[in-house]
């Protein structure tokens, strides 16, 4: 809960948002376009309210009365958003639990200005100081800003505590980068520290450098840029990479040139470029290229003398060849789309083909006003499969549970892998009563199937959220609405069917 500039008393729950003025209970909707649900805590400004939702930031107008969310389609990394805070500098920092998310009121306000705006943000995890990534909120207020600005977080691991002034100085401080080793090829190159040159040879494909920048507060938050002068119109951004490879480079001198920032500050360019010669193959040089002109120079004059018949029956060795190579590229070509739109591991069709399917049916369904039902599926505790047996039998866990569907699904069903353990089934023509009864006895086949001859012992169940065309006013909709179905299913128990209504 918490209580506005204007005397509103908000109050975040599982089901919704409404806040109570002069007595009086207002429930206060989330945008259409949002399928935000619950809501957890506040952050009161001076012209509105913040509120963390399961589906980004929200943010209520006072003046308009309106109800706005930010959501991941505008940049933010994760969708459930805990808690929020508000720095003594405007920053805002927002957990989750997918770490902590440091942002600013003015990219906030650019984002609710311009809905085509991305969100500008910095994402703090493990390899960031913090002990654990879990920052749930379980209990309120789960983060605090204190009088001198420190923000506080508890963890799954312990509190976390952040001093947010401590980073703005920590990006001023400049970052000696250095050159640490030189591959070519793999193999590290000893080179004289003076003269910072090595000769490339024709054979070598790949040149690659490694670098550090000379930080050692936070490690992580150093990110590099770098250059090959003579390759690279205009710096490269590498991020938190430290190796920049190069390969076959034209022969020619170059010079790689690197440096390094915290994030947000200044850039610290290294002050010894390193060079790197490219030899020139023997086929590369101007006395081979001339060799090769006078060549064929002379095996045109020697065709020119060939009689015509030599050169009819050239030309049909060569219409044969082409048919051939045609054919070969015929066949290729459908091997590609093959690939293109099956998934590797179960040999089903994968999630790009499923995209077009979903798409093409749902119009077709609204068309003609006829029933469609879309399934997602889920292998139950399948991380314990991962974790206790190993990832080869997670791997022919999920290829025998997608032969099965492929199986047992309905003749005119399209069944696709997802993702990872999840899988989909659109089926035309069906409505949610005889669609849950096809996919109940898909449950059922994989619940009774004998896995054991992958690992002994072991079980398979999966669980199913079933959804409708006729609820959804567009595909992605009906996809959420099946969504919400397994997540139903899965927290009702899992190994069972659940109908979005």
């Not at 949002?34 to 509105?48: I, L, P, T, W, Y």
């Not at 039902?373 to 499969?385: S, T």
Request: hydrophobic share 40%; with cysteine; charged share 20%.
């Amino acid at each position: 809960m918490a209580e506005d500039r204007e005397g509103r008393i908000w109050i975040a729950t599982g089901i919704g948002l409404a806040f109570i003025q002069q007595g009086i209970v207002h429930v206060v909707s989330f945008p259409e376009h949002s399928d935000a649900q619950h809501a957890f805590s506040f952050s009161v400004v001076e012209k509105g309210t913040w509120i963390t939702t399961d589906r980004g930031l929200a943010y209520f107008d006072n003046a308009t009365q309106a109800l706005s969310v930010i959501e991941k389609s505008q940049g933010l990394p994760v969708d459930k958003l805990f808690s929020i805070g508000i720095d003594h500098n405007s920053g805002v920092w927002l957990s989750s639990n997918q770490g902590v998310i440091l942002t600013s009121l003015l990219s906030l306000k650019e984002c609710l200005t311009h809905p085509s705006a991305l969100l500008e943000f910095e994402h703090f995890k493990e390899e960031n100081g913090l002990a654990s990534i879990q920052i749930n909120g379980g209990s309120q207020p789960s983060q605090i800003v204190d009088v001198d600005g420190n923000v506080w977080l508890p963890t799954a691991k312990g509190l976390a505590t952040v001093t947010p002034a401590n980073l703005a100085m920590l990006s001023e401080f400049p970052i000696p980068v250095s050159i640490e080793a030189v591959l070519l090829d793999g193999a590290d190159q000893q080179f004289d520290t003076d003269k910072r040159e090595v000769d490339v040879t024709p054979l070598t494909t790949r040149v690659a450098f490694q670098y550090a920048g000379l930080g050692f507060a936070m490690p992580s938050r150093i990110e590099y840029q770098a250059m090959l002068v003579g390759y690279d119109q205009d710096w490269v951004n590498r991020h938190q990479f430290r190796m920049t490879e190069y390969t076959n480079l034209a022969p020619g001198r170059y010079q790689f040139k690197v440096r390094a920032r915290y994030i947000g500050g200044t850039w610290q360019e290294i002050t010894s470029p390193f060079s790197i010669r490219v030899l020139p193959s023997i086929y590369q040089t101007f006395a081979f290229k001339f060799s090769v002109f006078l060549f064929f120079c002379f095996v045109i004059y020697a065709l020119y003398k060939v009689r015509f018949h030599h050169l009819k029956k050239s030309e049909m060795i060569l219409k044969q060849r082409v048919d051939e190579q045609t054919r070969s590229l015929e066949l290729q070509t459908k091997r590609f789309e093959f690939q293109a739109t099956h998934d590797d591991l179960t040999g089903i069709a994968n999630r790009r083909a499923f995209d077009r399917w979903l798409v093409q049916y749902f119009e077709e369904a609204k068309a003609k006003q006829s029933p469609l039902c879309l399934a997602v599926i889920d292998i139950d505790h399948f991380k314990q499969v991962n974790d206790q047996y190993s990832h080869l039998v997670g791997d022919k866990v999920i290829t025998e549970v997608a032969r099965i569907l492929n199986r047992e699904v309905p003749h005119y069903a399209k069944c696709a892998r997802w993702g990872g353990e999840e899988f989909t089934v659109l089926l035309p023509e069906y409505d949610l009563i005889n669609a849950r009864v096809a996919m109940d006895h898909v449950r059922k086949i994989v619940a009774a199937h004998d896995f054991s001859f992958i690992a002994q012992t072991l079980k398979v169940t999966i669980s199913i959220g079933v959804a409708s065309a006729d609820g959804a006013r567009d595909h992605d909709r009906m996809l959420t609405h099946a969504d919400q179905a397994l997540y139903t299913a899965k927290e009702n128990g899992r190994n069972q069917v659940t109908i979005f209504e």
